[in-house]
């Protein structure tokens, strides 16, 4: 039977600790095209987990981009392929929506006793034998905190780095509206106990790739903005990854782009990942729910950041998706 909870009650943290302290080998997964929440989950939790005398390494099935090689425990984080022998009793799942999201490490999670979810996001599947589910967290990370200190684990430099990672990625340096009063008294606490931020701002902010910059510059041109001027989007083709050698975290801050326009409510960032699929990324900016326009063509998020893959060329996904887009928007001045 699912244990499922949108708030964490001590009950269920004590249910997490006990599996967790119990069991004999742990896996903690991230989600395809890794981020730094997910990866900031699992290095606190891989910190954590040593420290306690638990035996346990991650798994992702994209490889960790280059600038979140920082973190603490990435050379103990595999690809599916080569997974060190098994079994793990016991595999947690951070921040991922649903199943999908953990892409071939999935057949791990079937041959596990208990999957403990761990998530943030909206609409949530609850694929675990124990789910804590809290919508309300502005990351992950955030939870992972809570969980961490309702253990009495103590949170050393690693764990505090890691976790304010986790929050400076998923609330963008603590810009988006999903930035609360207890998000900033979390990461007063992490940098308390020793996270480097000046590390972190340094590798995630300040290094580019020239990829990056040749991608930008290719991409730009492509620059749309509808004819109220409410959405604006921007395509990156293959052909242009392929010409520039680019990966995913080359378009890290792509779509700030389209959603820095005065004016815009909805950004859009269309990825061509071959010739069928096409990864989209919707920001809004004001009232506009992305997450329901996201959900429409088999993806999700949170209301204001949501993503989705079409199934079709370029074109067609700009085609279809913009119209949906303008579906979510109501009338009225734009509540930033």
Known sequence: MNTTTTTGPSELLDSIVTVLTEAKKVLVVAHLIPDGDTLGSLSA????????????????????????????????????????????????????????RVGNVRPWL????????????VGNTAFGQINWLDPSAAATG??????????QWPIDEQIATALY????????SFRFSNTTPMTMRRAALLRERGAEVNRITSEIY??????????????????????DGRI??????????????????????LIDYPRSIDGVEIAILFRQLDAQHVKVGLRSTGAADVNAVAR????GGHRKAAGCTFIGGLEPAVAAVVPAVQQVLTPGPLER
């Open 45 to 100: 939790l891989l910190s954590a987990f040593g420290a306690q005398g638990i035996e346990a390494v991650g798994c992702c099935d994209d490889a960790v981009p280059r600038i979140y090689r920082f973190l603490p425990g990435m050379e103990q984080v595999y690809r599916p392929e080569s997974m060190p022998a098994g079994p793990f009793d016991v595999v947690v799942v951070v921040d991922c929506g649903d199943l999908g």
């Open 110 to 121: 079937e041959k596990a006793d208990k999957v403990v979810n761990i998530d943030h996001h």
């Open 142 to 151: 955030e939870m992972i905190l809570t969980l961490i200190e309702h253990a």
């Open 165 to 172: 990672t986790s929050l400076v990625t998923d609330t963008g």
């Open 206 to 227: 300040e290094r580019r790739s020239l990829a990056s910059l040749r991608i930008l510059a290719a991409a730009l041109p492509t620059m749309t903005l509808s004819a």
């Open 232 to 253: 604006a989007w921007l395509s990156v083709s293959i052909s242009d990854m392929e010409r520039f050698g680019a990966v995913q975290e080359d378009l890290e801050g």
């Open 296 to 299: 429409q063509f088999g993806g």
